[in-house]
């Protein structure tokens, strides 16, 4: 029992941890986003994904990493810019606009 309960407050550490910064990824996205996205999530681009409207965001956070390191269509793919860290903050801001 007690290396249950041990183990169990190790997950819950490791999630804090490893927990977003949303606060962190608003910056981020309004320095490299708001300009395609727009500042409240609603596009400014044709084609481009209006995450006010929760376009794209039902994906798991893992897709949307891979996606915005790779980069679609006039959007730049930001691997080498932004690390996984950082853009795991921009979901998690992203998933705070609706």
Known sequence: MK???SA???VVFAQA???AD???GGQIYRMHCASC???GGT???PNAPSFARGERLMQPDQMLLGAIRRGRG???GFFGVLNDRDTLDVIAYLRSMR
């Open 3 to 5: 290396r249950l309960a």
């Open 74 to 76: 006039a959007m730049p």
């Open 43 to 45: 596009s400014t681009m």
């Open 8 to 10: 169990a407050l190790l």
């Open 22 to 24: 949303v606060m962190k």
């Open 17 to 19: 941890a490893f927990a």
């Open 37 to 39: 996205h727009g500042a």
